[in-house]
């Protein structure tokens, strides 16, 4: 079996049946999306940097370039 297909059945078998269970199991990838999107285009982000602003809706002790965190 591919690996895409075994990725596809995983989620099936989830069985999920609203929108609050659907949010329940992405709950951590939303952080994981955003940081390998911003990685592309910005090599200077750290995944902390980006949890940090979705946890905190900000960064603390950030010393690079603020272009880095708007991006």
């Given at each position: 079996?591919?690996?895409y297909d075994?990725?596809?059945?995983?989620?099936?078998?989830?069985?999920?049946r609203?929108?609050?269970?659907?949010?329940a199991?992405?709950?951590?990838?939303?952080?994981?999306?955003?940081?390998?999107?911003?990685?592309?285009?910005?090599?200077?982000?750290?995944?902390?940097?980006t949890q940090?602003i979705?946890d905190?809706?900000?960064?603390?002790n950030?010393t690079?370039?603020?272009r880095?965190?708007?991006?």
């Amino acid at each position: 079996m591919e690996k895409y297909d075994e990725i596809v059945l995983a989620w099936k078998n989830q069985k999920l049946r609203s929108a609050a269970e659907l949010e329940a199991a992405l709950n951590g990838y939303v952080i994981q999306f955003a940081y390998h999107s911003g990685k592309i285009e910005n090599p200077q982000i750290t995944y902390n940097d980006t949890q940090e602003i979705f946890d905190h809706d900000g960064v603390t002790n950030y010393t690079g370039d603020v272009r880095t965190i708007f991006e």
